[in-house]
Nanobody, 117 residues
């Protein structure tokens, strides 16, 4: 079983930056592709970014491409989401997730990001 704990959320003005972290338990972190998702009030959860097991491959939603960067440190069992040029529409609860065989099986509890205009 893998446990994921997000941190780094908060309140920031538009144009600002935040760095989210997701710490994973267990010894098999490097075998999971990892993703970030977000859910705004009244909206469905949406994909934000994904990173391969080694970190060599990344993929982003069009809405965050060029502003957000996903990375991972397998030695620290941690995945990051650097968010720059934040917009009010980025306001949401952000979740990290671990994928096995292409399916996101493990989820964190989420961290709130609020961007004020």
């Amino acid at each position: 079983q893998v446990q994921l704990v997000e941190s780094g959320g908060g309140l920031v003005q538009a144009g600002g930056s935040l760095r989210l972290s997701c710490a994973a338990s267990g010894r098999t972190f490097s075998t999971y592709a990892m993703g970030w998702f977000r859910q705004a009030p009244g909206n469905e959860r949406e994909f934000v970014a994904r990173i391969s097991q080694s970190g060599g491959s990344t993929y982003y939603a069009d809405s965050v491409k060029g502003r957000f960067t996903i990375s991972r440190d397998n030695a620290k069992n941690t995945v990051y989401l650097q968010m720059n040029s934040l917009k009010p529409e980025d306001t949401a609860i952000y979740y990290c997730a671990g994928a096995v065989g292409g399916e996101y099986r493990y989820w964190g509890q989420g961290t709130q990001v609020t961007v004020s205009s």
